[in-house]
């Protein structure tokens, strides 16, 4: 009787296994053919029915939000597959964006760090957990313009992409007009994307509202989707996106997979009428192009791709009109196009270019910029500030040739769809242009990175790069400062104070806008120096039995050299390993670690006399993982760990370290009288 019982009860166990990966194996195909509605409907029947692989099924409807941009729900289900054990370093990256998108600063720094440990060649956690410290006094910043949710336009799906046509505006939506019925979209569960047209209620006054929403006339409206469009100043040219789909003949399934890639149409108007449209000589097979926009003068066109060759998931570039033809496309460059996703370009009529992006310093997914050319050198992008920009997605600008109000698009919490529409209208106190031409300049803040304080008379060093002098300047109470720049041309900004770790970065200085406070593109962030304080050394890591100095290890060792160049304390390196191996075999292990990196620390040029080594083995580690206990190698490498603490302050040593105190505000430097290391951690 037990034997059959056992029997029957493996039975019943590999039936469920077989059932739930029947289940996951038919959502995987329905996401692959980009069906997320549909395979979210599969994977949520799979939670109900129970006994399932709930990580594995959880994990795959957070991936399913995340392709359909719903944030909160993503952040929520990667949390929930986090909770059952899934620590693969994509879902944390995943988690983090989705944290920051959701405006959970702290945490979403913490597992881009995370992150970091686990892929330390991947720069762009690092990035965004700085990203995530400069929001967070981002949000002080006193605004600029006023919104309200353009609610006539709006409907309970998704409204982008808007620009003036005649009298009218036109926008993208997925939409269904009363009585019309249409396909759905597997990726969304709603309609396919149509482009409309409403007319304001004030012909002056955008910010009133609008009325009369309508479908665009038959040149539009006839594939798998249609929208976003861009007009000629005279509207008699129309580029829009048309996406068609297919059958991939490269796919070996069954079901040939279909992808879904933007295309670029054009058509001019003859007596009222669109011509047919013909395909930009760009649209390809093998990658994107969209969301184009023409110039004010309509002889350039600004447009996205994800075409071989660029800088992140999709850049911007421009094609230039010669003779009635397109030049080959011009990639913007590094200074517009990040390790992220550039999206959205508008040219407004002071050829202003205003885009979204979610790789330049933001407040998470994807917020506006502006730029404009100088000397044909794009200016470095700047943020356009709350409340145009959110934790949310913050994309498709238009703004009024006046400057005064506009649209755009956001999917912020509190519309009535996924992506609405929303108006704005530049306070009446802020009547500066979005870009000084005339009075180019830098200004940020100084900031302590524990608790965001300001730091009052805070030195920053700021050097051009090619020049002999470097200018000195102090903070206010405020950690403010400012100075005039030169457009175009490399800066390397450092923030000092007496017992505070040093900050610094590179901007290309340009004619940055004026609207807001700081313009630099993010806060200098002064770690203190406390005494007893533990500092744990980032990338330090030793060969299996070995306790000498790896050229990886040597930046992190470099950092703290110049720190100790630059403070007179005394120091104690202490190294830490894990609980493996015997306590005397540890203790010994890590005392010559402790000792090979001191070694190397005196190499460099600090006094023997101002640092100890010393090994702890496992006596201190900072989780659980002592002898006998079962733990992941990531919690293992936590105590893996080198570690510096302060020790004394000598300030009779300030002959021997960097003192900032001496040097006044305004006052120009010799560059020369900086030690070659100065600015070596600047980037």
């Known amino acids: 009787m037990n034997q059959r019982s056992l029997f029957i009860t493996i039975l019943f166990i590999a039936g469920i296994c077989l059932v739930t990966f029947g289940q996951i194996k038919k959502a995987k195909k329905q996401m692959a053919l980009y069906n997320y509605s549909e395979a979210m409907s599969i994977l949520n029947r799979s939670l109900k029915k129970g006994n399932t692989d709930k990580q594995a099924v959880i994990l795959l409807i957070a991936e399913c939000y995340r392709k359909q941009n719903d944030v909160e729900n993503a952040r929520k289900f990667y949390e929930k597959a986090i909770g059952y054990g899934a620590t693969e370093p994509t879902t944390l990256f995943n988690y983090a964006q989705a944290l920051r998108s959701c405006g959970e600063y702290k945490q979403a720094r913490k597992y881009f760090l995370a992150y970091c440990e686990l892929v330390p060649g991947d720069c762009r ?13 981002w949000r002080d910043i006193p ?73 665009a006339p038959d040149l539009f409206n006839k594939a798998f989707h249609d929208g976003p469009a861009s007009f000629t100043s005279d509207f008699s040219e129309v580029l829009f996106n048309r996406t068609l789909t297919y059958k991939d003949k490269g796919k070996k399934d069954e079901h040939k997979i279909r992808t879904h890639l933007l295309k670029i149409y054009h058509s001019e108007r003859n007596d009222s009428k669109w011509m047919k449209a013909v395909p930009f000589f760009l649209n390809s097979d093998d990658y994107s192009v969209g969301h184009p926009a023409f110039s004010p003068d309509g002889n350039v066109l ?13 850049d ?94 956001s999917n912020r919490p509190g519309g009535l769809g996924s992506d609405d529409l929303y108006l704005f209208r530049r306070l009446p106190k802020s009547i500066q242009s979005p870009v000084s031409i005339t009075t180019p300049f830098l200004s940020g803040y100084v900031k302590d990175k524990r608790n965001l304080n300001p730091i009052d008379k805070a030195t920053v060093f700021i050097f051009e790069k090619g020049k002999a002098q470097v200018l000195v300047l102090k903070t206010d109470s405020n950690g403010y400062y400012r100075t005039e720049i030169t457009p175009g041309e490399l800066y390397t900004v450092k923030a000092m104070h007496t017992a505070y770790i040093a900050d610094c970065f590179q901007v290309k200085a340009d004619n940055l806008s004026e609207e807001v406070e700081q313009n630099a593109p993010r806060d200098l962030l002064l770690d203190v120096l406390d005494s007893d304080r533990v500092f744990v050394l980032e990338n330090i890591y030793y060969d299996l039995d070995n306790w000498n100095i790896r050229d990886d290890a040597k930046p992190a060792l470099d950092k703290l050299v110049v720190a100790m160049k630059e403070n007179p304390v005394n120091i104690e390196l202490g190294s830490h390993t894990d609980s493996r191996a015997s306590d005397v075999y540890n203790l010994q292990l890590s005392q010559k670690r402790a000792e090979s990196a001191v070694k190397y620390i005196i190499s460099q040029g600090i006094n023997p006399d101002r640092i100890t080594a010393k090994g702890y083995g496992e006596t201190q580690l900072v989780n659980g993982c002592k002898d006998g206990v079962s733990c992941s190698e990531e919690d293992h490498q936590q105590n893996r760990r080198t570690e510096f603490k302060v020790i004394s302050w000598d300030n009779d040593k300030h002959e021997e370290t960097f003192n900032p105190a001496n040097y006044f505000h305004g006052e120009m430097i010799d560059a020369l009288l900086l030690r070659e290391d100065f600015f070596i951690f600047c980037k």
């Open 125 to 137: 956690a690092k990035s965004l957990a700085d990203y995530c410290d400069t929001a967070l006094v």
């Open 143 to 215: 605004p600029v313009f006023e919104i309200k949710n353009a609610t006539s336009l709006n409907s309970k799906e998704a409204e982008f992409g808007p620009v003036i046509f005649e009298n009218q505006v036109c926008f993208t939506s997925d939409r269904t007009l009363s009585g019309k019925s249409t396909e759905s979209y597997g990726w969304t569960g709603n309609a396919y994307l149509r482009l409309y047209f409403s007319v304001p209620l004030s012909a002056d006054d955008l910010y009133q509202g609008f009325k009369d929403i309508k479908m």
């Open 302 to 314: 600004y447009f996205v791709s994800d075409m071989e060759g660029g800088y992140g998931g999709t």
């Open 316 to 409: 911007l570039y421009m094609c230039h009109r010669e003779d009635s033809k397109w030049s080959q496309p011009i990639n913007l460059g590094p200074v517009i196009n990040t390790f992220g996703n550039e999206m959205f370009p508008f040219m407004a009529n002071d050829e202003t270019l205003y885009f979204a992006s979610d790789g330049h310093p933001g407040f998470g997914g994807l917020d506006i910029f502006l730029t404009q050319l100088a000397d044909s050198t794009w200016l470095f992008p700047q943020q356009m500030g709350m409340p145009i920009n959110t934790s949310f997605d913050d994309f498709s600008f238009f703004i009024s040739e006046d400057r005064g109000q506009g649209i755009f698009s």
